[in-house]
């Protein structure tokens, strides 16, 4: 009796494109990026959400943070984008963050456009007693 494998793995990947100026570029997805270049990005992205997390305060955001998010938002973008560097330096910070956070969301947004539609899923239940502690 065959059973299903693990894991299937795809060498061929579709990668995302997003539009410019009405041109494509590819949008890497996590899982293709060569490790180092993903160690890097989760540096970069450690270093993001710090900045980001002192924007979310109700004082006034010193411009030397203003300035780690904008820097650090532009490094993020450059290395899951591939586009030219003249069409990168054209985007404001908005589009930057867009593209980012799209980034971000990618895994599951492939998995759901691969996957198709699906039934809602179902609410499991545990029915295994726990044991009991104590003595008798």
Known sequence: ??????????????????????????????????VTEFLRLNRLRARFSAAWSVTDTDKDIPPETARE????????????????????ARLNDAQRLTIYRTFLTLPR??????A?????????????KKPRTGTK
């Open 69 to 88: 998010v904008e820097d650090t938002l532009e490094q993020l973008v450059s290395m899951v984008l591939k586009a030219p560097v003249d069409v990168l």
């Open 1 to 34: 009796m065959a059973t299903a494998p693990l894991l299937n793995l795809d060498t061929l990947t579709e990668r995302p494109m997003v539009g410019i100026d009405g041109t494509a570029y590819e949008l890497l997805m996590p899982e293709s990026m060569p």
């Open 116 to 128: 198709g539609p699906k039934a809602a899923p179902t609410k499991t239940r545990q029915t295994a």
């Open 109 to 114: 947004l492939m998995q759901t456009a691969s």
